[in-house]
Every structure is written in structure tokens, then in C-alpha cells.
């Protein structure tokens, strides 16, 4: 449900064109040691997993980012996605789902491995390039987040999301003020512009929004 859009960003990312991503249900039990909380879709399932390496894919590339350009707020953000991550991680459990998170730089789903290539070619090319990829991740987290609440009112899945989404706003306005330090105005990068205004001005929306691109 999400690789088309990945495909899409790989194109975007090295062609440099920007246009205007399971286990069946567990009953409460005990699995492993862990006390499953109740049932979950398989879709809800892929999605939890799918956002686990989403995430993952955010901290890796903000840590490659701060080890090319020592820049703090990667830094900073990097530890916000660890946060992230072991959120998800406490769901996944909790479903008795597979962990599907690997090494750094390392992603079990290929289109997001091949994301992952694309954002650090396009982030080492200079401090300004870093900033807008930090943009366009957390852009594309915020629709995948977006699409992953359209896919459940499981009321711990929701908070969790939810979170996360607020989160991914703040890492945005942090790297579009960066950007605008160099006397440009960010502009949306996968969402719509109104959209993405919407966050800059420190609304951003959980549910209501329209989809992005």
C-alpha cells in the first residue's frame, strides 16, 4: 500500500524532479512472555511493522547526516526517531508481531532500502541538500502516518500514531527554519503546499488532512 509512492521518491530523488508504503491477528495470551493486548488486522499488523522501519529509516539517515555534517539538530532528531521506534516497538510486541528492524542502513522492505541509498546520496552533497532531505522524510512520515490512522481505531495504535505525527511537525518546522537561514522559503516537497503550511504555522492536522501526492 506504500511502495508505489517510495518508487516514485527514488525517481525523485535521482533524476532531481519534484512533483506540485503478515501475521494474522493474536488474541490476548501470552506470547513469548509478552501479554498481547487483544486482536489486530492483518493490515494493521503490516502497517505497525511497516512504520517500525519507517521511523528507522528517518534515525539512519539523520545519523549519517550528523556524522557528514556534525550538525546538532540531526542529532537531535536522530534520538526523537530512536524514541519513535521503540514506541512502535512496544506495539509490536504487545501484538506478538516480528520485529522486522535491522541493522543501521539495513531495511528489510527494498523499496525503503533503496530510499534509504537514495536520501543519503542526496544528503552528502552539502549542508543545505541535508536539510531539505530531512524535509522531504519527514513530509513523506507525516502522510504514512496520515494513511496508517486511516487504517485503524484501535485506540493505542491511534495514540501512538498520533504521536508521532506531532513529532514528525516539529522536525519539520526544525528543518525548514534551517533552510529558511539561507534566505529561502521551504516549499512542499511530497505533501501539498497547503499542507505543509498548515504545519509550519504549527497546525498540523491528525485526521482530517487530505493525502499528499
Not at 521518491?9 to 513469548?32: E, M, Y
Not at 552539502?126 to 502516518?145: M, T
Not at 485503524?152 to 514528525?168: F, P
Request: aromatic share 8%; net charge negative.
Amino acid at each position: 500500500m506504500f511502495i508505489n509512492k517510495h518508487k516514485i521518491l527514488i525517481f525523485v530523488l535521482v533524476t532531481g524532479f519534484l512533483p506540485a508504503a503478515l501475521q494474522n491477528s493474536a488474541s490476548s495470551s501470552q506470547q513469548g512472555g509478552v501479554i498481547v493486548v487483544g486482536t489486530i488486522s492483518p493490515d494493521e499488523a503490516a502497517t505497525l511493522q511497516y512504520m517500525r522501519e519507517v521511523e528507522k529509516l528517518a534515525r539512519d539517515v539523520y545519523l549519517a547526516m550528523y556524522e557528514k555534517w556534525h550538525i546538532p539538530t540531526f542529532s537531535n532528531i536522530a534520538s526523537s526517531e530512536q524514541n519513535h521506534m521503540n514506541a512502535i516497538k512496544g506495539r509490536l510486541d504487545a501484538y506478538g508481531l516480528a520485529d522486522p528492524a535491522l541493522g543501521v542502513g539495513k531495511f528489510t522492505n527494498p523499496e525503503l532500502q533503496a530510499l534509504y541509498q537514495s536520501l543519503i546520496e542526496s544528503g552528502i552533497v552539502s549542508e543545505l541538500d541535508a536539510f531539505w532531505v530531512g524535509g522531504l522524510i519527514e513530509e513523506v512520515d507525516i502522510q504514512d502516518l496520515k494513511d496508517a490512522l486511516s487504517g485503524t481505531n484501535k485506540t493505542d495504535l491511534v495514540r501512538v500514531y498520533q504521536n508521532l505525527m506531532a513529532a514528525s511537525g516539529n522536525h519539520l518546522r526544525a528543518f525548514a527554519n534551517h533552510i529558511q537561514s539561507y534566505g529561502l522559503r521551504y516549499t512542499a516537497q511530497y505533501l501539498t503546499q497547503e499542507e505543509v503550511d498548515q504545519i509550519l504555522s504549527g497546525t498540523t492536522c491528525k485526521r482530517g488532512c487530505q493525502g499528499g501526492r
